[in-house]
T-cell receptor, first 118, second 112 residues
């Protein structure tokens, strides 16, 4: 149980275009999902916390107009990278906590999406 | 701000015991988690300490000292498959809810 999927697993796009990444909790409901970015050999950097039915909370330094987050249901959150540039190339990972268990310290991570902007 | 420091690399032989340390400076501390990540893969949860002391889960144990802002992950009977990156992460309670701030990560290499 507690499986999180991401789609696509990798994407290549041209500079200036937008890319949408989906994060789904497959066998549980997630009131809260998180979006991270990870550069090679580096740590996971939290970008934003996505709450179902409300606006996302962005970390300092993350542009909310560039990284649009929508959490329209208890099993789906999307991250849209708008007007992508080569410096946005990274590994984007989402995670979720299981609303039903009340265990908030364990996050279940998706397999990640490798974004390359050319 | 928050900061979590870990050694960048640790090397050990199969069957040995290894300890990965984590020191942190953060506000709103609620607990310390440990995650394992293989190259190109998703982080997976290993353990969580909210109180001082040792938590044991099979071959893995985790320790926390809140007064020292310090914790460690202990891996026993090392296996080749344990070669991965290990991250400590501080759980904080903020206005937006729970969130994790990850450490710098430790690359563990297990050799024969």
């Amino acid at each position: 149980g507690a499986v999180v999927s991401q789609h696509p697993s990798w994407v290549i796009c041209k500079s200036g275009t937008s890319v949408k990444i989906e994060c789904r909790s497959l066998d549980f409901q997630a009131t809260t999902m998180f979006w991270y970015r990870q550069f090679p050999k580096q740590s996971l950097m939290l970008m934003a916390t996505s709450n179902e039915g409300s606006k996302a909370t962005y970390e300092q330094g993350v542009e909310k107009d560039k990284f649009l987050i929508n959490h329209a249901s208890l099993t789906l959150s999307t991250l849209t990278v708008t007007s992508a540039h080569p410096e946005d190339s990274s590994f984007y990972i989402c995670s979720a906590t299981n609303s039903a268990t009340g265990v908030h310290y364990e996050q279940y991570f998706g397999p990640g999406t490798r974004l390359t902007v050319t | 701000g928050q900061s979590l420091e870990q050694p960048s690399e640790v090397t050990a032989v199969e069957g040995a015991i290894v300890q990965i340390n984590c020191t942190y400076q953060t506000s709103g501390f609620y607990g310390l988690s440990w995650y394992q990540q293989h190259d190109g893969g998703a982080p997976t949860f290993l353990s969580y300490n909210a109180l001082d002391g040792l938590e044991e889960t099979g071959r893995f144990s985790s320790f926390l000292s809140r007064s020292d802002s310090y914790g460690y992950l202990l891996l026993q009977e090392l296996q080749m498959k344990d070669s991965a990156s290990y991250f400590c992460a501080v759980r904080e309670i903020t206005g937006g809810g729970n969130k994790l701030t990850f450490g710098t990560g430790t690359q563990l290499k297990v050799e024969l």
